[in-house]
């Protein structure tokens, strides 16, 4: 054979930097001596200098990594908001005009927001490097016919690599020998039990989990040895065409996100054309021109809500601590709320809406079926008959079920009420019925001791095993594949097979793996086992089925889903059988539809896919860009998807999908890098309980930006009044507008007492209908119009009662202590104002609108901490000579604070009377958000 590949045999190999990869041979479909002919190879390797040669050309087994991106850009995302360049050219102007304080409080405030997002961001995506770990560091490869170890990124196409239990496939290879060869797959594929590999060629359109002759980098070897032909490396092996699909998914905005950018977009024109008319005003009524740009800057300070990003972090902060309690950890602040909004929930099958543990399910023998209830490991569960429960196990399910654990290498362990397998999940499987039924498998082992057995092989798809069967007798157990053992069984006639084969069909439609169970006794001189002992002669025992079965508590969540106006689909890389058994027992397929394969969906072009995306639930055979693909239809139907999975090959739909649920357990690096939110516990039901969570955190977040947005309103009411009304002259002569509050104290308001108040609204309960109303449309306004009347109602009453007690304040005093004193009494009263204001409309904000009776004033405690706290830190404003220098107050008497609080307290009737009318009418803030939006199809 020629040492040198002819020009197209490596056309799977990653091709030099900037050149496009040709399309691979379907190396699965050739026969080995095919194989190596095309990339130039042989079994005993490739030659050191040809090694090097290739690796020259085509470069190092290596995925390629996309670089992070840096802590300056992270900044600048930050920085490059609307309000807050607003923000900083009030500082720098501030600065210029010589009010140096007034222009650092803004700067500091600018500081803290940026800070506060620069951290929340700071964690960049890192899935494709995970790819990179999960090639492994050594090989042990043929070089020259000699067996070296070497660097697992230096392998190229051609090299034959030797493959034992425990090692990491380190390419994509071409297996040339396999001996009992089992490779776990999962990550990659979704399969829920370890592939059998063999040698033999397959059909070359077979689904990636359907190609027994090739195994794939990054997965794991459990039993058997091998040896495979590299035909793939680096970029152009499985892994790294998912690194391609990873780095091509994007990552979308939030609805939270994109609501609060329009927010933003709305208030910085707003204030921008507001500025521009209050410097008209001001020039027009014959202010200074650096005072009318001070009070510019002061309606700018005043109208931005300063503290909402830190309201908004920490709320979702809060939110996060409480998915954490209930098995869900964020990665990402927002992806809290976008929980709360998701339409779609796309699950992986294994692992997430199944437990990952095989279970027999339906046991047939020639005396009739059975049935066994339980799920997972645990022995525990009943066996029925014709539904009837049987305390005992009749003597042909007894046979059974021996039978079955004997020839079987599996082992149970029970520890503090867990359970776990060693060995073959399927075997497993077998060893649980067993105990179920009352048998003790170790016990029984020690009393039917094996003689000899023959392992399983692909190649004759049984394993048998010889046992000591009392005096002078032992017995051969024979299980495999049903067609397998019933050639070797003595049967009544071909319509006695059919009738057995018929029940395996049945089952197979069940989604269940079946294997076949049969048995004949020898006599003690029968020392060993050969495979002519089981050419014939034998007799059937039975049937067991088995399957991965959905958790029981994933049943109830997509029930849960359901009641809360969320679609739940399966997408899988398990057989089609399978899939549909699980999503029947889930009950996700709606009436008369059915699921659709890989290769049906790779058929369709983008339209097609969007149509049976919207109408098909139940999703089998499908590969790393289906789900892609999926994903992607769904949100051009306007669908806000959440994404589950615990694999490789779900990376990149969990990187695209508007939220990415890995599994903590069972997920692999790559996938909980790629996602938002990291499932403890791997179960499906925690899902249901963060979307609860998700739901809470948004309506309290309404309900802290309706407490927000009617403060910075009524403030800008404030100076736009003072401005307009109330010109005076200073010492000098000159004109200026009559100030009711200053820079500095606009933002005690805003970032102290607002922030204060609007946190404890975070922690309220959540709503009795939470989880029975639809999802809020995706393009609903945050400011919607009962938001807008409610701010414009509040902000209204709070401008009227801070300017009348201020202007009755000044005036009051201003015969007995003078301008300046006066001035700084009746500013600190307006203050004092609109802080009441703002503590007694926070609680009117706990319900929107329902009766704060109904939820009960003392419901949520943090409310009274936060009035508290606030109430203390006013005191500080108003009486500590440092905080009276910095913020220019006075100290005010009994009367003065006692008329602040009644004039305060005038926004509980008024927003009482508003909420008794808006329930009269039948009006539901919920209903209102839903109705303004587009809910998706």
Not at 332 to 354: F, H, M, N, Q, R
Request: net charge neutral; aromatic share 4%.
């Amino acid at each position: 054979m020629s040492a040198q590949p002819p020009s197209d045999s490596l056309a799977a190999a990653p091709p030099p930097a900037g050149t496009p990869a040709s399309p691979a041979p379907a190396w699965h479909a050739l026969p080995p001596e095919t194989v190596l002919s095309r990339i130039g190879s042989r079994e005993e390797g490739l030659t050191v200098e040809e090694a090097g040669e290739r690796l020259a050309r085509y470069g190092p087994n290596v995925i390629q990594r996309e670089k992070a991106e840096g802590p300056l850009k992270l900044l600048w995302r930050q920085i490059n908001n609307p309000l807050i360049w607003v923000l900083i050219a009030s500082a720098v102007l501030a600065i210029a005009m010589g009010k140096v304080t007034d222009g650092l409080v803004v700067a500091a405030v600018v500081v803290l927001n940026t800070l506060i997002g620069f951290v929340q961001e700071y964690r960049a995506g890192k899935a494709i490097e995970a790819l990179s770990a999960m090639v492994p560091e050594i090989a042990t490869v043929m070089r020259g016919g000699h067996k070296v170890s070497v660097p697992a990124a230096s392998l190229v196409p051609g090299d034959v690599v030797q493959l034992a239990s425990g090692d990491r496939v380190p390419a994509d290879m071409r297996l040339l020998v396999s001996r009992n060869l089992h490779v776990e797959e999962a990550a990659l594929t979704g399969e829920s039990v370890p592939s059998h590999k063999y040698v033999a060629a397959v059909a070359e359109d077979a689904e990636l989990g359907d190609r027994a002759s090739l195994v794939f980098g990054g997965t794991l070897v459990t039993s058997g040895t091998g040896s495979a032909v590299v035909v793939a490396t680096g970029g152009a092996s499985e892994l790294g065409r998912i690194s391609t699909l990873l780095s091509e998914a994007t990552d979308l905005q939030t609805p939270l996100t994109k609501a609060l950018a329009t927010i933003g977009k709305y208030i910085t024109i707003a204030i921008l054309v507001v500025s521009a008319v209050l410097l008209g005003v001001g020039l027009w009524r014959g202010y200074e021109g650096s005072e009318a740009i001070l009070v510019a800057i002061t309606l700018a300070v005043a109208a931005i809500p300063e503290g909402l990003p830190a309201i908004v972090t920490i709320a979702l902060a809060i939110g996060v601590q409480r998915m954490a309690a209930r098995r869900a950890v964020i990665r990402k602040l927002p992806a809290v709320e976008t929980l709360g909004s998701t339409t779609v929930i796309c699950s992986d099958k294994t692992g997430t809406l199944t437990r990952n543990e095989m279970t027999v399910q339906a046991l047939w023998t020639p005396a009739g079926r059975y049935a066994f209830s339980g799920v997972g490991y645990a022995p525990r569960g009943e066996l029925r008959r014709e539904g009837q429960v049987l305390d005992e196990p009749p003597e042909d399910v007894r046979e059974l079920l021996l039978a079955g654990a004997l020839c079987n290498d599996a082992a149970l362990q029970g520890r503090d009420g867990k359970w776990e397998m060693t060995g073959d999940p399927t075997e497993g499987a077998l060893v649980v019925s067993a105990e179920k039924a009352g048998l003790r498998v170790e016990e029984v082992r020690r009393r039917h001791a094996r003689v000899d057995a023959i392992p399983f092989e692909s190649e004759h798809q049984y394993m048998a095993t010889l046992h000591e069967a009392g005096p002078g007798r032992r017995r051969i157990v024979l299980k495999g594949a049903p067609e397998v053992v019933l050639r070797r069984c003595a049967m009544g006639g071909d319509h006695e097979v059919e009738a057995v084969l018929g029940e395996v069909e049945q089952l197979a439609r069940q989604g269940m793996r079946v294997l076949a169970v049969a048995h004949r006794e020898v006599p003690a001189s029968h020392a060993c086992l050969r495979a002519e002992d089981v050419e014939g002669g034998l007799e059937l025992l039975g049937l067991q089925g088995m399957i991965d079965p959905p958790r029981e508590e994933a049943i109830a969540a997509v029930k849960a889903c359901h009641e809360a106006g969320i679609i739940v689909k399966m997408i899988t890389g398990d057989h089609h059988a399978t899939a549909e058994a699980i999503g029947a027992q889930l009950g996700l397929h709606p009436e008369g539809s059915r699921g659709v394969t890989g290769a049906q969906l790779a058929a369709m072009d983008d339209a097609r896919l969007t149509e049976v995306a919207g109408t098909t639930n139940v999703f089998a055979r499908v590969a790393p860009e289906h789900k892609l693909r999926l994903v992607r239809a769904l949100q051009s139907r306007q669908h806000v998807v959440a994404m589950t999975g615990d694999g490789v090959n779900d990376a990149p739909a969990l990187k695209q999908a508007n939220i990415g649920v890995a599994m903590g357990i069972t997920g692999t690096a790559v996938s909980k890098e790629a996602a938002d939110i990291v499932l403890a516990d791997d179960n499906f039901a925690s899902i249901a309980a963060a979307v609860e969570e998700g739901r809470r955190v948004y309506d309290n977040l309404i309900k802290s930006l309706a407490f927000v947005l009617p403060t910075n309103l009524g403030l800008a009411l404030i100076l736009m009044f003072g401005v307009a009304f109330f010109p005076i002259q200073d010492i000098n002569g000159d004109l200026v507008p009559l100030m009711a509050m200053l820079p500095t104290q606009l933002l005690w308001i805003n970032l102290v007492a607002t922030v204060s108040l609007a946190l404890p609204l975070a922690f309220e309960a959540r709503e009795a209908d939470i989880m029975r109303r639809a999802p809020r449309a995706p393009d609903a306004p945050v400011l919607n119009r009962f938001v807008v009347m409610r701010t414009a109602l509040v902000a209204v009453l709070m401008a009227a009662g801070a300017i009348g007690l201020f202007l009755h304040e000044y005036r009051l005093e201003l015969p007995r202590v003078g301008h300046e004193v006066a001035l700084a009494e009746a500013q600190t009263m307006a203050v004092n104002t609109v802080i009441s204001f703002q503590i007694f409309y926070m609680l009117m904000c706990r319900t929107l609108t329902g009766s704060l009776w109904k939820v009960g004033l003392f419901s949520n405690r943090t409310v009274f901490v936060g009035v508290g706290a606030l109430v203390a830190l006013q005191a500080a404003f108003m009486y500590v000579p440092f905080m009276q220098r910095v913020f220019d107050t006075a100290p005010l008497g009994v009367r003065a604070i006692g008329l602040s609080v009644l004039v305060g307290a005038v926004v509980l009737p008024v927003v009482g009377v508003e909420k008794w009318l808006l329930q009269r009418s039948g009006y539901s803030v919920v209903t209102q958000v839903r109705r303004q939006g587009r809910l998706p199809a």
